[in-house]
């Protein structure tokens, strides 16, 4: 976990002794972990990770958290094959790290993964979820791919200038009210855009008292007056999913 002098906006929950229920494959290029439904699915949730990359055990928990509900989930190296950002990486280079990992510039990815999951897995339903970085490729896939009949993006930063109102499909915005990197006047802006000029369903949440991160915060990290909100967002995420897919 991060120090308190760095700004690690999902060090919060960090554990590396996790064992997943999933597996790892190879989609084409890239790496990916895939956790299937108890029972046989035919819908299916691309889970995006956050900048510490598609290993961190805190998204695999989501990925697994999806499964047992009903879902096929796979969570992508939407990276590449690059590195993902360590706690322990000096955060003055972060901006230049985070140039060259464009959360908008991941259709090639995503091509590939939709691909997997229909002709490998016989997803006929297909969602989407991301946290932090992966809220913001939530975003720009639900602007891209019809076939993403649900998106929940998960405290992604957005800015004033973004294009964000064409979105395909329904998308549920959860944010924390005292995320120290997404000002609340942003996410206001983002609901009255939506409002203006949204044609699908959406709804726009925020969490009081919470911080960035704090949906896919795990067990022992977790403190007891946050508990009941860590659940209901992951509950409201579950719900959004089975409401579209």
Not at 70 to 85: K, M, N, V
Request: glycine content about 8%; some cysteine; proline content about 5%.
């Amino acid at each position: 976990m991060a120090n308190e002098s760095r700004p690690c906006p999902c060090g919060i929950g960090d554990r590396f002794d996790y064992e997943g229920c999933g597996q790892e494959v190879q989609v084409e290029h890239i790496k990916a972990y895939v956790c299937k439904a108890p029972a046989s699915a035919d819908k299916a949730v691309v889970v995006i990770h956050d900048i510490f990359g598609w290993q961190l055990p805190n998204t695999r928990y989501m990925a697994d958290m999806l499964a047992a509900n009903g879902y096929i989930a796979i969570c992508p190296d939407f990276f590449a094959g690059r590195e993902a950002w360590k706690p322990s990486d000096d955060w003055s280079k972060f901006d230049d790290w985070l140039k060259t990992r464009d959360a908008r510039k991941i259709n090639k990815e995503a091509d590939a993964v939709l691909k997997y999951l229909k002709e490998q897995c016989g997803a006929k339903k297909l969602g989407v979820v991301g946290f932090c970085w992966g809220g913001i490729a939530v975003h720009h896939l639900m602007m891209t791919y019809p076939e993403l009949k649900a998106g929940v993006s998960l405290y992604g930063l957005i800015k004033d200038s973004d294009d964000i109102s064409n979105l395909l499909n329904p998308t549920f915005f959860i944010f924390a009210e005292k995320d120290d990197f997404i000002p609340l006047h942003q996410i206001t802006l983002l609901e009255q855009k939506l409002n203006k000029n949204c044609k699908v369903d959406f709804e726009v949440k925020i969490y009081p008292g919470q911080t960035h991160g704090f949906v896919h915060r795990r067990g022992e990290d977790i403190s007891p007056q946050d508990k009941p909100y860590i659940e209901e967002g992951r509950k409201d995420m579950i719900n959004w999913l089975n409401k579209y897919i």
